[in-house]
């Protein structure tokens, strides 16, 4: 069954640095997607993308978010200067046909910034 | 200041029972509504979707019940087993974005 896989399991950064997450989303999928679960708590929105650009964004993903797709497959999030707060289980996920619906979730990043 | 976590509602089942979760929603205009199941350390997994023009969805050992009168979105399993145990979420498409309920974590006892 496809998945949607990320890279990599666990990332461990100081306060400052610029982290990258790397997803490869479904082959066929259109939409794309990053949320975050910070530990104990609800898997929180952050950025949508479809056709090239961001399609919405939570008020989480500030100018210190980034989402490109370099390629046909892959799909990454940059935190260029990351704060303790940043500390959180990032998920990536895809759908195929309709925004918002059925989304395939990855393992997610664990991200630690010390 | 710190983050405190919160405190998941619970749900403990003997193997082989039905269990149903339950799940209020806030917004009257959601017109899509997904449960996700999510085991420690992985990601959150789809169950089953339904839609605001139905009220009933079935899939294989599990039922999705929608109350829009109330906003009350219910999961249930049947004849459920140690492989369910894990956190489960509803979620609602809510202005362009899925929004994640509180979670419920079932426990299933053999």
Not at chain 1, 13 to 18: D, F, N, R, V
Not at chain 1, 66 to 91: C, H, Q, W
Not at chain 2, 24 to 31: C, Q
């Amino acid at each position: 069954e496809p998945e949607v896989t990320q890279t990599p399991s666990h990332q461990v950064t100081q306060m400052g640095q610029e982290v990258i997450l790397r997803c490869v989303p479904i082959s066929n999928h259109l939409y794309f997607y990053w949320y975050r679960q910070i530990l104990g708590q609800k898997v929180e929105f952050l950025v949508s993308f479809y056709n090239n650009e961001i399609s919405e964004k939570s008020e989480i993903f500030d100018d210190q978010f980034s989402v490109e797709r370099p390629d046909g497959s892959n799909f990454t999030l940059k935190i260029r200067s990351t704060k303790l707060e940043d500390s959180a289980m990032y998920f990536c996920a895809s759908s195929d046909h309709r925004q918002n619906e059925k989304l395939f979730f990855g393992s997610g990043t664990q991200l630690s910034v010390l | 200041g710190e983050s405190v976590g919160l405190h998941l509602p619970t749900l403990s089942v003997q193997e082989g029972d039905n269990s149903i979760i339950n799940c209020a929603y806030s917004n009257s205009a959601s017109d899509y509504f997904i449960w996700y199941k999510q085991e420690s350390g992985k990601g959150p997994q789809f169950i089953i979707d339904i839609r605001s023009n139905m009220d009933k969805r079935q899939g294989q050992r599990v039922t999705v019940l929608l109350n829009k009168t109330v906003k009350h979105l219910s999961l249930q399993i049947a004849a459920t087993q140690p492989g369910d145990s894990a956190v489960y979420f509803c979620a609602e498409n809510q202005g362009g974005k899925l929004i994640f309920g509180q979670g419920t974590e079932l426990s299933v006892k053999p």
